[in-house]
């Protein structure tokens, strides 16, 4: 017999070797991947403050004054809210209203990404609100940005609502 037919085998055994040992690694790699990225978000994003925001209506003005939009179960930040219609008082209400943002969301706006959000709400009568928006940090890794909130009321009545955003420090308790 020839060389050649004597490393047939050994080729085969290589390449049954180096399959098997990828489709081991592969599974192990995607784990570990997908584990690095879904961990959960560092506290600092905990707490995202808003500032008080003015918006136009045909013939006044709409002020909204938000509570701090606070995270729980990892996905929802929910805050109250006030909103002051001026001249028509009789409009005014108050609410909570929750965003939906995932970890991977705030990943991205980390790296600086337009990140678009959904969410929801309701007032004091238990009316929803229906919201969409997207926020963008100012710059990779900074704790501000801009946000721009729509705020739908009725069927035909959307607020918008362009303001900033911040990530409040994490402050420790005084005893």
């Known amino acids: 017999m020839s060389d050649h037919s004597d490393n047939t085998p050994r080729k085969f055994h290589k390449r049954a070797i180096l399959y098997i ?8 790699l995607q784990f570990f991947i997908s584990s690095a990225f879904s961990s959960p978000a560092p506290s600092h994003y905990d707490t995202v403050l808003i500032p008080k925001v003015k918006t136009s209506i045909y013939v006044g003005s709409v ?16 805050a109250e809210y006030k909103a002051s219609v001026v001249p028509f008082f009789f409009f ?7 965003i939906n943002f995932t970890d991977e969301q705030l990943a991205r706006l980390e790296r600086g990404e337009r990140v678009d959000f959904t969410g929801d709400g309701k007032n004091k009568k238990n009316k929803g609100r229906r919201i969409l928006g997207h ?4 710059a990779p890794g900074a704790r501000t940005g801009k946000i721009k909130v729509r705020v739908f009321v009725t069927k035909n009545t959307d607020l918008v609502l362009d303001t900033t955003y911040t990530f409040a420090e994490k402050q420790s308790r005084a005893e």
């Open 21 to 28: 040992g990828i489709t081991l690694l592969l599974p192990a």
């Open 63 to 78: 002020t909204f004054t938000m509570t701090p939009f606070v995270r729980s179960g990892g996905q929802v930040y929910t």
């Open 92 to 98: 005014s209400e108050s609410g909570r209203l929750s």
């Open 135 to 138: 926020a963008q940090a100012e």
